[in-house]
């Protein structure tokens, strides 16, 4: 076999190396002098790496789902060049399966007293905090025999944000907005509090909005039209406690609720109401308040992207009490929660008075789409316990919405990719009944 390269090197100065040279090869069969020489030159040859000076910049926050680059600047102070391989480590969840060795590992050359900058690009799997590892450098003489090695640590963080999928449904939710405020052509009045104007009566008018006064003017029949109040308060309270952490798919229930949060303080904003959140289980997980209606999205995006479901079980007490002292004036409080019998029965039904005497109550809650296929199994012995296991489960959810129903709350019950939409037409039906 035909030798190149290092691999030739050796073989002159008298060293018969196993295969071809690689970094991480340490044994050599046999050594000489001339040998040994070349190793040590090699060496002293390399440029010092302990004090190399590393700076990062870039990214610092990116969408799940997203890349971000991080640039990580290499000075090289000594009298030497830097001929190196570095890698920049990251938590594995700062790329997609298989794709790390790739994304992480540099070869680059630094002359002296100059600097070079390389780019390491994340793409990462889950939402949170992803902080810079070290940062390992392995500096080689011209020779390629030996190698100086270091480590440093150079401090970043990106901050991985919900994906908010649910942003493409906005564009139609506003369009509906704008027609209860009366700003398009098709004229869609709700019955808010807050007077429009008058127009003539056609049939099918509520003949409680007859302004009598004004049909005494004229000669036809007057009739008072309403726009949705603006400057509303709502309250979104996400249930970080155990129930979140179901998986329903591939995320937990709590990332469907963010998303549905996110949409509805989108649309919200828009319509001039105020928008805070409260996440919550046995303690205040985040809290967003008196934020303008321009830095509400941002707000509450910084505040969900490191909160995870916490594994225990939801003390509706104290987040009744808190949701109260968050909320101090009529509100719409959204509750973003699970729909379970035992949870609602035995937690949120004796405390829910107190919300509802003072607040309107919506509760969302996330429906796994397996369940419903569940219901429509057929074919088999197997299939047809499936699907009698399926409906008893929807039943009982049945049963606790209308229980909840009962007590004057609004409920929406829909899966993961529903949900962010329909919690969204629940709030404009408020506010076209004059609800909010």
Known sequence: MALTGRAALLAALGSIPVGVWEPGWTGILAVNAPLALACACDFAL??????LVLTRSGDSSV????????????????RRPLRARLRDAWPPSSWQPGTEVEASRHRLTVPAGERRRVTTRLKPTRRGDRQADRVTVRSYGPLGLFARQSAHRVPWTVRVLPPFTSRKHLPSKLARLRELDGRTSVLTRGEGTEFDSLREYVPGDDTRSIDWRATARQSTVAVRTWRPERDRHILLVLDTGRTSAGRVGDAPRLDASMDAALLLAALASRAGDRVDLLAYDRRVRALVQGRAAGDVLPSLVNALATLEPELVETD??????????????????????????????????PVLPQLSQRHTVLLASVADPHIARMATARGSTEAVYEAAAGAQAQAERHRTAEQLRRHGVTVVDATPDELAPALADAYLALKAAGRL
């Not at 969408?63 to 000594?78: F, H, I, K, M, Q």
């Not at 009490?321 to 699970?338: E, G, M, Q």
């Open 63 to 78: 969408r799940l789902g997203e890349t971000a680059d991080v640039t990580l600047t290499v000075s090289n102070p000594s």
């Open 316 to 349: 509706a007490r104290g987040l009744t009490a808190t949701a109260l002292r968050t909320a101090p004036r009529t509100s719409l409080i959204v509750l973003l929660t699970a729909l379970d019998a035992a949870p609602v029965e035995q937690g949120l039904l």
């Open 46 to 51: 390399a440029a010092p790496v302990r004090h």
